[in-house]
């Protein structure tokens, strides 16, 4: 313990803990709606600055903080599996994952006694750090930090921020800072609630009402109603969130009649369930006006949520253990489009909407449906938000999103 105290001193926290705050502010002060570019712009910017003047112990500490401000709400999840007590060892796993990642890139960096070199490194290891997805999660970008700021989120304007900053702590010159204003780029996404001709549904519906066989039909009804509902405003699509319909739409004929039915008079893209032989998948079912119905699976699956990303026989155990047994959703192996009105949009299911992948091919639109109810309450889905305007402003892509237990929104330019 005493060796301990001595390598983490009260300053490391200090400096450690400013700097984890700082570089999760924007996440915060998007949750609770304070919009001030200059206070993300500072307060980035003076994160960042410090962090690169810092020995690897406060990298370390910033590092544990950091991935628990960002995700803490992991945890939220574990409640509803009845696994509460697992989420202290959860975050203390996800802590130390990410404060051994952001250790080693200041370790390394010290093994060098040239400053400029040093700092080369540090920029180097914190542009990595964006593309290291421990178990497959992505959801960490540290340009993603100034997305509400003054400054632009591509990559070459965040690696210009680190050099200016790296530039001024090496020579001390004040005029260097200047060199910030040629990343000036602040997002002009737009967020509305609804866009014409398309109505976005936004459902609240807990997990344990989801799930509850009991109260299916209620569930069912509501859903119906609030296509009815678009029919009436005479939208043209209407979008409803992720497992809408707990059951196998596939394989429930009454409601695949009643959806089918309503389509004669709206698109109906809705979240459900699909069985193929005794694999589920998590799919997006498109009803369309012209009597078709076409069904588009996940292709990127969340990691232990959906898919379970260790070995085989640690798979198996850990469903068996914590999951009752339960089978991994079966992915899709390409990502899917589909046309509604000759406009072609790529089918998004949740994880997959703030994924790299799903925007290789630089999609001009997506529409995306979620469930955020297995994170409720927590800020979970103002992250998600985050990340699909920065996906929006990099890949000028238009993003519909419907979504259980928060509010749906459009992103667009």
């Known amino acids: ?7 983490i001193s009260t300053l490391t926290l200090i400096k450690g803990l400013f700097i984890s705050i700082a570089l999760s502010s924007f996440i915060y002060l998007e949750y609770f709606g304070i919009s001030y570019k200059i206070v993300d712009t500072l307060l980035a910017l003076s994160g960042f600055f410090i962090l690169l003047k810092s020995p690897k112990s406060v990298w370390f500490v910033s590092g544990f903080v950091i991935s628990l401000l960002w995700f803490w709400w992991i945890g939220v999840s574990f409640i509803h599996y009845d696994m509460a007590y697992l989420i202290p060892f959860l975050l203390l796993a996800i802590g130390l994952i990410y404060a ?5 890139v200041a370790y390394i960096s010290e093994f060098s006694t040239n400053q400029a070199l040093s700092l080369a490194i540090k920029i180097s290891g914190i542009i990595s750090l964006g593309y290291i997805h421990p178990f497959g999660f992505d959801w960490f970008k540290p340009q993603l930090i100034f997305i509400n700021s003054y400054l632009g989120v591509e990559l070459w304007r965040f690696v210009l921020l ?11 010159k004040p005029y260097i800072l200047l060199g910030v204003l040629l990343a000036y780029h602040p997002s002009h996404i737009t967020t509305s609630e609804q866009i014409k001709d398309i109505k976005l549904i936004t459902t609240h519906i807990s997990v344990k009402d989801k799930w509850d066989e009991s109260k299916k039909e209620l569930i ?3 859903l119906l109603s609030h296509i009815d509902h678009a029919i009436e405003q005479n939208y043209s699509t209407v979008i ?4 809408s319909f707990v059951s196998f739409i596939n394989y429930d004929q009454k409601l695949f009649d009643k959806l089918t039915q309503r389509a004669k008079h709206i698109n109906i893209i809705t979240g459900g369930l699909f069985l193929e032989g005794r694999v589920p998948r998590n799919s997006t079912y498109i009803f369309t006006q012209d009597g078709k119905v076409q069904v588009a699976h996940k292709h990127i699956l969340v990691p232990f949520g959906e898919s379970n ?12 253990t914590f999951y009752g047994g339960a089978v991994d959703y079966k992915a899709s192996d390409h990502i899917s489009t589909y046309k509604l009105d000759d406009k072609t949009y790529t089918n998004a299911i949740c994880f997959e909407a703030t994924s790299d992948k799903l925007y290789q091919n630089h999609p001009k639109a997506i529409i995306a449906i979620s469930n955020n109810g297995w994170f409720y309450p927590s800020t979970e889905p103002t992250l998600q938000k985050l990340l699909l305007k920065y996906y929006a402003t990099i890949y ?10 928060s509010k749906s929104y459009v992103l667009t330019e």
């Open 240 to 243: 409803l969130p992720e497992s």
């Open 162 to 172: 680190l050099i200016v900053l790296c530039l001024y702590i090496y020579t001390k």
């Open 396 to 405: 000028h892509t238009t993003i519909y999103h419907a979504i259980n237990m």
């Open 100 to 104: 051994m990642m952001f250790y080693l």
């Open 220 to 222: 069912e009804a509501r």
């Open 309 to 320: 990303p260790l070995p085989k026989f640690l798979s198996d155990w850990v469903n068996e």
């Open 1 to 7: 313990m005493n060796k301990i105290r001595h390598y």
